[in-house]
T-cell receptor
């Protein structure tokens, strides 16, 4: 298993500003993902955070809006840029620890409200 | 592309009784995995149970079991002896084999266990 922490746990931001969310894992992991969960909705994959290279984004998500860094095997950041109220969501990171396919461990999430 | 459908947005069950959550999926793949994830009100998502498509035997984990019908593309979750701590959002998820651990989630079912 893995212990995952996210900072901040929640924030209220003004439109047009940016927020960087941190994801820290207590062990080295091969794969890290960032998801968005809009209020009352399911999870949508934003991107795969690749260590040492550019993140791989899913359709509908672009690097300019959601830049991601992953400087090492235990840490990643997601920035939500030029925010609008539509960006109000919970943002979760997840990691794959073991060799069991699909078994992802999730962070507690960051609840973002944009006013 | 894969789609995962959970047709029951909300369900309730009395404590100690049994409840079944439905999930159907659509894919042209033959090798894949299916999962049920639980998201309690605290938001930390955890894996409940996983099923490999090539295995005919239904997976079980203590009080949780699945009914996997590959031909019907159905993957329901049965919770026996429901407990108050089972109150949560439940997400069905699909993953293609060798797909980089990328999950596709259903819309979720909110389960309330009543005392």
């Amino acid at each position: 298993s893995a212990v995952i922490s996210q900072k901040p746990s929640r924030d209220i931001c003004q439109r047009g500003t940016s927020l960087t969310i941190q994801c820290q894992v207590d062990s080295q992991v091969t794969m890290m993902f960032w998801y968005r969960q809009q209020p009352g909705q399911s999870l949508t994959l934003i991107a795969t955070a690749n260590q040492g290279s550019e993140a791989t984004y899913e359709s509908g998500f672009v690097i300019d809006k959601f830049p991601i860094s992953r400087p090492n095997l235990t840490f990643s950041t997601l920035t939500v840029s030029n925010m609008s109220p539509e960006d109000s969501s919970i943002y979760l990171c997840s990691v794959v620890v073991s060799g069991l396919p699909g078994e992802q461990y999730f962070g507690p999430g960051t609840r973002l409200t944009v006013t | 592309a894969q789609t995962v459908t959970q047709s029951q947005p909300e369900m309730s069950v009395q404590e100690a009784e049994t409840v079944t959550l439905s999930c159907t999926y659509d894919t042209s793949e033959n090798n894949y995995y299916l999962f049920w994830y639980k998201q309690p009100p605290s938001r930390q998502m955890i894996l409940v149970i996983r099923q490999e498509a090539y295995k005919q035997q239904n997976a079980t984990e203590n009080r949780f079991s699945v009914n996997f019908q590959k031909a019907a593309k159905s993957f329901s979750l049965k919770i026996s002896d429901s407990q108050l701590g089972d109150t949560a959002m439940y997400f069905c998820a699909f993953m293609r084999r060798n797909a980089g651990n990328m999950l596709t989630f259903g819309g979720g079912t909110r389960l309330m266990v009543k005392p």
